[in-house]
């Protein structure tokens, strides 16, 4: 992630994802998004405030499911804990990077 002197534009923060998914809806002339998905684990933002968020979101109907991209098993298996302890919206997709080259979420399910 780039640093351009804001700290509330990078990162998973309330502000990050709300403004950004706003954005995303100005550019796309709509009201909603079907999948709305955080592409990184942020260490550095509480995960309940983004769950938190994602839940938020999908109350109000900006998004009709959350999803997350690009985490470890044992990030994935912390947000799912999370969540359930919370009883928030539960995550709908997981999309992994997986190619030739990277293939390191093969590794993770055993």
């Not at 839940?55 to 109907?61: A, S």
């Not at 804990?81 to 190619?99: D, V």
């Amino acid at each position: 992630m780039v640093f351009e002197g804001n700290k509330n534009a990078v990162g998973l923060s309330r502000r990050h994802i709300t403004s950004s998914l706003e954005n995303s809806l100005k550019r796309l002339h709509t009201d909603y998004v079907d999948i709305y998905q955080t592409h990184l684990f942020d260490d550095a933002t509480p995960l309940e405030e983004t769950l938190r968020t994602l839940d938020d979101l999908v109350r109000c109907g900006k998004i009709r499911y959350p999803g997350v991209s690009n985490v470890t098993g044992w990030q994935l298996e912390k947000i799912v804990q999370t969540q359930t302890r919370l009883g928030l919206n539960a995550i709908a997709s997981l999309q992994q990077q997986y190619n030739l080259v990277c293939r390191e979420s093969e590794l993770e399910p055993f």
